[in-house]
């Protein structure tokens, strides 16, 4: 997929670009690349040239080996106090009679749909009711691990969170501890958007700031738990504007180590206050998911949301540095298919996921949520009927 080029030596050999060269050569000798270079990789660098250099990184880092996780969504509530411009799920003001929120016995209920079945994850993120208490999600915590103690917790984003601590006049640390002591293992990477303030105030003024959302992973961390980050990108910012954002969370994963992944999520413009703003092209979002693998050297993992993107982007996406695509998930997740992705009712059973990656020559492996390999799909036969019959 990565052709013209034989390999990633005959991509640099041929660029006829100096800078281009020497950040290739960079890439090869294990250097860090700075934010100049980064800029001039989105500006400069043909798709095929990318594509070879982030493959090799891929290659180096994980072999063909591609990860994806079985979890569920659980989105507590739609109703949230804040005005994200490209957001197309939040129901406070307008739509009001389709907002929803649920108690904790609805949520159980959802859980309860999947006992029996061989998850491992529950994502738990929604919009930031002003009802919806610390006190409130410490509960629903400690009830959904009580029914199933081997799921992972992982939910919340920096949005949710500093909402919920100021409410409850608690420091960052006491926020985040209680969470823990309920059982909350993880922090999911949503909330980042785009860093740079001056995009943040044009998208989404009234949230938590770079700051802000930065002082929640790096304590997170600090007290022994593990994050992702996000960034929403293809909208209105610039290429830098992407580069200042990768850059901060290279820096605090420099320091904690506590990230697993990074997403670049494609914007989707369906249904939203950004609706104006045209989407970004197949080979544009392919070129962010490279240089992302380029720039971002000290987190483990890339991953492409395939909901967002669609199940064949998201397959290309498996030569252009990523090697995570997320997990089978069902249709109770509403917050993308609102904004516009191909997948209106995304859901994609184990079998489909690993068919998909192994249509790619990939190496399909089932995960937990830290990473840690509990099935190697390569020589399993999905499709046939003894297997079935333990997948689903
Ligand atoms: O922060 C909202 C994004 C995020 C739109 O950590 C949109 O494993 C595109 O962070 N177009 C929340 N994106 C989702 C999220 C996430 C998803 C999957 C896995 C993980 C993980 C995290 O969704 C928000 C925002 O950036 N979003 N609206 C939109 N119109
Ligand atoms: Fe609320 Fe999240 Fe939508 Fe922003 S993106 S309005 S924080 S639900």
């Not at 994980?62 to 106090?81: D, L, S």
């Not at 990477?189 to 790096?218: S, T, Y």
């Not at 380029?294 to 064949?312: I, V």
């Not at 690993?354 to 999905?382: A, F, H, M, W």
């Amino acid at each position: 997929m990565t052709a013209p080029y034989k390999n990633v030596h005959q991509a640099i050999e041929y660029t006829s670009d100096r800078q281009l060269k020497n950040i290739g050569e960079k890439i090869l000798n294990k250097q860090r690349i700075n934010q100049e270079d980064g800029v001039y990789l989105f500006e400069k660098g043909t798709l095929a040239f990318l594509g070879a250099l982030a493959n090799w990184v891929r290659e180096e880092k994980h072999g063909h080996k591609t990860y994806f996780n079985r979890n569920f969504h659980i989105e507590p509530t739609n109703v949230c106090v804040f005005d994200c411009k490209f957001c197309s799920y939040s129901r406070l003001y307008a739509h009001k009679e389709e907002g929803w929120e649920l108690t904790i016995d609805d949520m159980l209920n959802i859980v309860k749909k999947y006992d029996g079945q061989p998850v491992t994850e529950v994502h738990i993120v929604g919009g930031v009711h002003p009802k919806m208490t610390l006190q409130f999600f410490c509960e629903l915590l400690k009830t959904i691990h009580e029914h199933r103690p081997d799921l992972h917790l992982k939910g919340f984003t920096p949005v949710e969170l500093d909402y919920m601590f100021r409410k409850a006049k608690l420091s960052i640390t006491e926020g985040l501890q209680m969470l823990k002591d309920a059982g909350l293992q993880s922090l999911p990477g949503g909330g980042a958007e785009i860093f740079h303030p001056d995009i943040r105030k044009q998208i989404c003024e009234d949230k938590v700031d770079a700051d802000g959302w930065l002082a929640i992973h790096k304590t997170a961390h600090q007290l022994g738990m593990h994050s992702n980050a996000t960034m929403l990108f293809g909208h209105i910012e610039q290429y830098w504007h992407r580069v200042d954002h990768m850059e901060k969370l290279r820096q605090l994963q420099d320091e904690t180590g506590g990230f697993n992944t990074f997403i670049p999520l494609k914007f989707r413009n369906k249904d939203n206050a950004m609706s104006h703003v045209s989407e970004s092209s197949v080979v544009e979002d392919l070129k962010m998911y490279a240089v992302a693998r380029l720039y971002m050297d000290n987190f483990p993992h890339l991953k492409a949301y395939w909901p967002m993107l669609g199940r064949q982007n998201a397959q290309l996406t498996l030569s252009f540095g990523v090697n995570d695509l997320d997990g089978t998930i069902d249709d109770t997740t509403k917050i993308y298919s609102m904004a516009g992705s191909e997948e209106q009712s995304p859901s994609m059973n184990t079998a489909e996921l690993v068919t998909l990656i192994k249509q790619v020559k990939r190496q399909p492996i089932e995960r937990d949520t830290l990473y840690n390999e509990i099935k190697d799909y390569s020589n399993i036969d999905v499709y046939a009927q003894e297997t079935n019959a333990v997948l689903n």
